[in-house]
């Protein structure tokens, strides 16, 4: 069975989430941006997730984690708002 490990933020709005990556992009540190706007409990290790198995997560988030581009941030939309989140391995 496959596996990843990923980090994510998660927000209310598209736009904040949009502005998350900018700062990324701009060399900001993912678990302080987390710390700072996360409403998922995973915000106070930074956004870890630690590692999990494909169709452990909802569709959407599952799909980028299993094929998304290792290290880049992705926006994804899920039911429960929107994630920016970071794949950090795959196994």
Same mark, same amino acid.
């Given at each position: 069975? +496959?596996?990843?490990?990923?980090? $994510? !933020?998660?927000?209310? $709005?598209?736009? @904040?989430?949009?502005? !998350? !990556?900018?700062?990324?992009? +701009?060399?900001?540190?993912?678990?302080?941006?987390?710390?700072?706007?996360?409403?998922?409990?995973?915000? +106070?290790?930074?956004?870890? @997730?630690?590692?999990?198995?494909?169709?452990?997560? *909802?569709?959407?988030?599952? +799909?980028?984690?299993?094929?998304?581009?290792? !290290?880049?941030?992705?926006? &994804?939309?899920?039911?429960?708002?929107? $994630? &920016? *989140?970071?794949? @950090?391995?795959?196994?």
């Amino acid at each position: 069975m +496959k596996t990843a490990s990923a980090v $994510h !933020i998660l927000v209310k $709005h598209q736009k @904040l989430a949009e502005e !998350i !990556i900018q700062q990324l992009n +701009k060399g900001a540190r993912f678990d302080t941006l987390a710390k700072k706007y996360s409403s998922c409990p995973s915000a +106070k290790s930074g956004g870890h @997730l630690g590692e999990f198995k494909r169709g452990q997560m *909802v569709p959407q988030f599952d +799909k980028v984690c299993f094929s998304g581009e290792l !290290i880049v941030p992705h926006l &994804v939309k899920t039911k429960f708002g929107w $994630h &920016v *989140v970071k794949v @950090l391995y795959r196994t």
